[in-house]
């Protein structure tokens, strides 16, 4: 082979202004559009999201409060600075009602107190909302609207406290278990059984003991 023809072999033909080892620059735009997205990004994408909906569901909760308060507290949203503070009203009223049995009774050592407070930090206060009569056993139904049963009546099992009074026992019944008692015999057999064990305890006590 002449050295023409080695000449000749080894003639390239490249692009005009091509330099060896660089490469020709990418569309960087291409490149962002192909790429899948990363952990950090679908990370962001997911705590907007939440974000979003956390606060719908925060709107949500507060306008269902508000509605609340109107209907059952007398709490309007146009005489509010706006709805957090309706919300605020509910909670609060929410917190003073009773969850379960108020119940108040003496032992046979042992002056007036609540064996059960009905989930209430302050169950004299709800107590002191109810019209007692001066003595005897009695049914009435209270709040605002007469959603609550409080009643009094003597021990079944016909206990006595230490002077040998017939021992009493008032109680407040809150929304959720009134509903199906129209009477003191229905108080009989729906509270009594609830309250017995308690009771008993508090019967056997003694002055300053647990």
Do not use: C
């Not at 072999?9 to 060896?20: A, I, N, P, R």
């Amino acid at each position: 082979m002449t050295s023409d023809e080695v000449n000749d072999f080894l003639e390239h033909h490249g692009v005009k202004g091509m330099k060896w080892g660089t490469r020709k620059a990418r569309n960087e735009s291409v490149k962002e559009s192909s790429e899948t997205p990363t952990k950090d990004s679908s990370r962001k994408n997911l705590k907007k999201a939440g974000i979003i909906l956390g606060s719908a569901v925060g709107i949500a909760a507060i306008a269902g409060g508000a509605y609340y308060a109107k209907k059952h507290y007398g709490v309007s949203m146009k005489d509010s600075a706006n709805v957090s503070e309706s919300a605020k009203k509910f909670a609060k009223a929410m917190a003073e009602e009773p969850l379960g049995i108020v119940h108040s009774s003496r032992g046979r050592n042992v002056g007036f107190t609540f064996p059960q407070r009905g989930g209430l930090t302050d169950p004299l206060s709800e107590h002191g909302k109810v019209n007692w009569t001066a003595s005897g056993e009695m049914f009435q139904r209270y709040g605002n609207r007469s959603e609550k049963i409080a009643a009094r009546f003597f021990d079944p099992e016909g206990r006595v406290d230490r002077a040998g009074r017939l021992i009493p026992h008032e109680v407040m019944l809150p929304e959720a278990l009134a509903k199906d008692v129209h009477d003191l015999d229905g108080v009989h057999k729906k509270v009594w059984p609830l309250i017995k064990d308690t009771y008993d305890a508090l019967y056997k006590a003694e002055p300053g003991g647990d």
